[in-house]
């Protein structure tokens, strides 16, 4: 399944033809869909007063495509283009027809209707809502369409840079797994060190008793800094994340968590350092995971 993105703009146009109008001569109906990150669904839909009663058509079709995201639904009705005209129906030119029979039953002496009343007719008649329906789900369905795969060409994109900041993390994990038992060897032999030079100074102290409480101390100073484990977690977190980019469909809420478990163990692992080296891994880690945050927010 692909990965897609809550952020994505699309637009779609129907040329309102059921009216007897040739598509280029006809008024437009359009469509406009963006998009951005958002927890949940949220729709904000601005439709023309003659189809005010399809909202709960657009909410629902909508729904049925999209699960996350702020979704920005513009649709306009365009009057024709400069200069184009307007050219009636044949309904409408039945209906003036028949107006036209009864006005002149009534009032016998009345003039008739001109081509110019009749081509003004034509250019402001407005279609019914039973009319423009129709149209209205067809573009709404080509406007959804695009907008999934634009979004869907932006996942991608994220997946991408994703994958790149799991390699990035995971090499930094592979710089810090060294580090840790060279520290306690050198902390070892200090301790051990301090306490015969200070054996040197002192008499009547046991040798093996000031030995055992060196190599007690280096022990408890090899459990402080001990990474190992945070490591580990770190490791299967990321695992995760490979497995979830892999699969795809619906993982923006599963990875969100995931990124705060990282940012967990790139806080631990920094709290335990003990040299700059290890430090600066932490930093490393942890510009890492921020920017993956960032862009998991998008992730739908």
Request: glycine share 4%; no cysteine.
């Amino acid at each position: 399944m692909s990965v897609y993105s809550m952020t994505g703009y699309a637009s779609a146009q129907s040329a309102l033809v059921n009216q007897g109008k040739e598509p280029h001569n006809a008024p437009q109906l359009r469509v406009e869909l963006r998009a951005v990150n958002n927890r949940f669904l949220d729709l904000h839909i601005k439709l023309p007063e003659a189809l005010n009663a399809n909202e709960p058509t657009v909410r629902e079709r909508i729904s049925q495509h999209l699960r996350r995201g702020k979704v920005d639904v513009r649709i306009h009705l365009e009057s024709l283009k400069s200069g184009a005209v307007a050219e009636p129906s044949e309904e409408l030119l039945a209906a003036l027809a028949a107006a036209q029979a009864r006005v002149h039953r009534a009032l016998p002496q009345a003039s008739g209707l001109s081509v110019s009343q009749i081509l003004q007719w034509a250019q402001h008649a407005q279609p019914t809502e039973q009319d423009l329906t129709p149209t209205l789900i067809a573009t709404l369905d080509e406007a959804l369409i695009a907008l999934k795969a634009s979004r869907e060409r932006e996942g991608q994109r994220l997946v991408v840079m994703l994958q790149e900041r799991v390699q990035s993390l995971r090499a930094l994990a592979l710089q810090a797994q060294p580090l840790i038992p060279d520290l306690v060897e050198q902390q070892r032999t200090k301790f051990l060190a301090k306490f015969e030079a200070a054996l040197g100074d002192t008499t009547g102290v046991d040798a093996s008793a000031a030995q055992e409480r060196a190599l007690s101390e280096a022990a408890a100073f090899a459990i402080r800094i001990d990474v190992a484990e945070e490591l580990t977690r770190l490791a299967s977190h990321l695992d995760e994340i490979d497995q979830l980019l892999q699969r795809g469909g619906e993982l923006g809420k599963r990875l969100d968590f995931l990124i705060q478990e990282l940012h967990r163990e790139a806080n631990t692992l920094g709290s335990k350092s003990s040299t700059l080296t290890l430090s600066r891994i932490s930093v490393d880690m942890k510009v890492l995971i921020e920017q993956m945050r960032e862009q998991v927010q998008n992730i739908e």
